[in-house]
């Protein structure tokens, strides 16, 4: 059995993770304050964004993944998605970040939860 932290924690590490490389966070929305699922909203430069969300893993461990990309040809798909799986759980988190280097910030701070 995975022991992990209430999701509110968990958000709020986030978004001082975030602030502390320089960048910005913000909740789009709030869910169940300690089991709701977590989603996480990369944007970069063009406002572009990639989600990110823990899904299961072979070993029976739940690591972070890119779960979808935005593109720009078509940006309404993406929040449509988010329009559905907002729909599909009221529990959700749904948390935006903009930093500098994603790819350290999510090597730096999504690895180990």
Known sequence: ?????????EVNGLVRAAQAVGGFAMVLQKGE????????VFLDNQDLG???ERMPDVDGTRKWR???SQVI???Q???DYLDRRKA????LWI???????????????????
């Open 66 to 68: 890119v779960s979808k």
């Open 73 to 75: 040809d078509n940006k």
């Open 77 to 79: 798909e993406f929040e």
């Open 88 to 91: 599909q759980d009221r529990d």
């Open 95 to 113: 948390v935006e970040l903009t930093v500098a280097d994603r790819e350290r910030f999510v090597r730096d701070n999504l690895s180990l939860t």
């Open 50 to 52: 990639t989600l990110y």
């Open 33 to 40: 304050r300690d089991a709701g699922t977590i989603l996480i």
């Open 1 to 9: 059995m995975d022991i992990r932290l209430p999701a509110h924690l």
